[in-house]
């Protein structure tokens, strides 16, 4: 359906996040991928998928409604992985239930046990695209800054709450992109590594070995052609180990 109306394919890790973000709704699905093709393939590391205006107008109106304390802890809630109601109260203080109970009442979360989530993906998505590009970066730094006990987590918030190369922050991100790697997780592990190569300050060895690791992440993750644009931009100034890793995925991308 998507192919037929846009005129375009879309690569795995790209057909799973509008299916995520559209709640299995066709309308909903099809807006964002007109959306998607409309901004054009190059979404930079951490960046969610272009919010349509028709959809963003719809959800944000109702988003409106709600006092300002209620929508930072809301973005909060949109931009961690697993929001709880003990990381809201770390966030946002011992009133967080309290500050969150609009949302509750409006429809627009629910709470099951510790665990909050959104009624509809879109709720979240919306509030991430109508935040500046300051208020995003204070709630990933709190974030980050809670997350001592996920490593992964704790590297992508305080990576985002940044900009600008980082020789730390590139390493934890290079080290966490190991770990999703290792655990089954191969976009996550596309999306740190990318955010390393970013965040690396010089664009020597260290820095394609990064770009490379990336590159084979997103390989794994099935999306050869990100892999294959990874790599080609390594091929032309890299040697060795490298730049046989590099050929060897633009190989395998002529072949799929």
Known sequence: ???????????RPTLLRIQELSGGNPFYALELARAFVAAGTLIRP???LPMPSSLRALVGARLARLPAATRRLLLTTALSARPTIGLLRAVG????????????????ISIDGPTVTFDHPLYA????????????????????????????????HLALASEGSDAVVARSLARASLRAR??????MAGELADMAVERT??????????????????????????????????????RGSVRARALLLMSLWAWY
């Open 1 to 11: 359906m998507l192919f037929r109306s846009t005129g375009s394919s879309f690569a």
């Open 46 to 48: 951490g960046q969610d």
């Open 93 to 108: 203080g011992n009133d967080a239930p309290t500050v969150i109970q609009p949302a509750i009442d409006a429809g627009l």
């Open 125 to 156: 998505s919306t509030l991430v695209a109508e935040a500046s590009a300051g208020e995003v970066r204070g709630v990933h730094a709190a974030l980050g800054h809670a997350a001592a006990e996920d490593p992964e987590a704790r590297a992508r």
């Open 182 to 187: 290792g655990r089954g997780a191969p976009a």
């Open 201 to 238: 300050p010089s664009l020597g060895r260290l820095r394609s070995e990064r770009a490379i690791a990336a590159a084979e992440a997103w390989f794994a993750a099935g999306d050869p052609t990100a892999a294959r644009d990874r790599a080609a931009a390594l091929v032309p100034s890299v």
